[in-house]
């Protein structure tokens, strides 16, 4: 019987020499590792892609420095969790003891207050910060905090560190060892594992138990088999993850608040960045809204400025009212459709001379090539308008925004049909 404890746990190395990958940082004579080994390490900030050993690094740092070591992570925790932790770097100072390390992973989800409470620790020396992070820390973390860290980018794992893992868990791992499997081909896991370990173990681990029953050899085709049948065991952040985001933006696209909030929960109980979520609401609010409600967008935008400054877990809230109000809305995809048509049509037709009338003349040679002599200032004429072309000669009378059969933009087609007559007569 498997153990209760995930293959990737289980697998976590135990010392630095047991660390697989990142080797630009941790490698023999690499600037982290010579940090280690003089015992002086700055706070820092990890960024990489999920999977590439940012949580088992800083443990091992903390080990290798024989430090106290907290942890905390920014989906669960808040002010009240940092201060507590705070409290207890106070306590330990009071007493002599090293320095501890802080450890938040996914420090991208704490919001501006929330950093705001590790600066002044970081400041005065209480903790080392180690963050880790899957987003640019340049957007997501505080200037003043990030002033005060050294950033180390890791990168995706290379096919031969997934090699060398995968060889590592079968040579060490004891539920490993007594069930042996032989593995043919390994393109198959490699290409799922998209560079994260984690995953590659948690697919291995999910193919070895089918192998052993079966007494099959791993195989592409063994494998793609397993994952395709057992997709919801490993795949939080690939297929699902795409695939609940389509059903979400679909929902909404479709005017149905209540499927929209459904894949909302989907993806907030599964761990999902809510920047991500405010960030495609803010698109979708232009894409699939646009003019129809012009107030889409600013509420859109007030989302994701509110998320990013109150975080989680009530933040849930204004996804919430954010999601049901842009699904109960009016559509259209006028404004979508109309920046498409005009990038082919540019593409199509090249760099078109700008009308002379509509050039700046900045210059006395420019004056007198007549640089902007025809052009008719619109607010010297009744209603702010008249009528003159503001297309290259070519492209004169093309139509590329056509208002959506919409209250607002039915509004929109009447003024334009009002003003330019037969050239807008839609």
């Known amino acids: 019987m498997a153990t209760a404890i995930p293959l990737a746990e289980r697998m976590r190395p135990k010392s630095i020499a047991d660390y697989i990958g990142q080797q630009h940082i941790i490698g023999e004579g690499a600037v982290l590792r010579n940090a280690i080994a003089q015992q002086n390490i700055p706070s820092m900030i990890f960024w990489g892609p999920p999977g590439v050993g940012k949580t088992s690094l800083a443990f091992l740092i903390a080990g290798e420095l024989k430090r106290p070591f907290f942890s ?12 507590e932790v705070i409290d207890k770097a106070e306590k330990l100072r009071n007493f002599n003891q090293e320095q501890p390390i802080l450890f938040i992973d996914e420090i991208h989800r704490f919001s501006k207050s929330q ?4 600066l002044g620790a970081v400041e005065r020396g209480l903790v080392t910060l180690i963050g ?34 995968l060889d590592q868990a079968i040579e060490r791992d004891d539920y490993l060892k007594d069930h042996p499997v032989h593995i043919e081909e390994y393109e198959a896991l490699f290409r799922l594992s998209g560079g994260d370990a984690r995953k590659l173990l948690n697919v291995f681990e999910l193919v070895v138990h089918a192998a052993f029953a079966q007494q099959q050899s791993v195989t ?11 997709m919801a065991l490993y795949d ?3 297929e699902q993850h795409y695939d609940i985001i389509s059903a979400f933006i679909k929902s909404i696209r479709g005017s149905d608040p209540n499927a929209a909030v459904y894949w909302l929960a989907r993806m907030i109980e599964g761990g999902e960045d809510p920047s991500f979520i405010a960030r495609r ?5 232009s894409e699939d809204i646009g003019n129809a409600n012009p107030n889409a967008l600013l509420l859109a935008n007030n989302c994701f400025q509110a998320v990013n400054v109150i975080g989680w877990p009530e933040s849930r809230i204004i996804l919430s009212q954010t999601v049901t109000y842009l699904a109960s809305s009016a559509k259209s995809n006028a404004s979508y459709e109309a920046i498409n048509k005009a990038q082919a049509l540019v ?25 902007g002599t025809q052009y008719k200032y619109a607010h010297a004429f009744p209603g702010n308008f008249v009528q003159q072309e503001f297309l290259p000669d070519k492209l004169s009378g093309t139509l ?24 807008y007569g839609y």
């Open 72 to 83: 905390l992570s920014a989906i669960q925790s808040g002010v009240k969790d940092i201060r």
């Open 115 to 118: 950093q705001d409470s590790l």
């Open 132 to 165: 880790a992070t899957t987003e640019n820390p340049s957007f997501e973390v505080i200037s003043a905090l990030l002033s005060r860290c050294q950033v180390y980018v890791l990168e995706h794992l290379s096919e031969q560190d997934l090699r060398m893992i």
């Open 220 to 230: 592409n085709a063994f494998v793609l088999k397993q994952v395709q049948q057992n």
């Open 236 to 238: 939080k952040t690939g």
């Open 281 to 285: 609401l803010l698109i979708l609010a």
């Open 347 to 371: 593409r199509q037709t090249g760099d078109l001379p700008v009308p002379l009338h509509l050039r700046n003349a900045p210059t006395k040679l420019m004056k007198e090539l007549d640089y």
């Open 400 to 423: 590329l925004y056509d208002p959506g059969a919409n209250v607002a933009e039915s509004k929109l087609r009447e003024s334009l049909q009002k003003k330019w007559k037969e050239k």
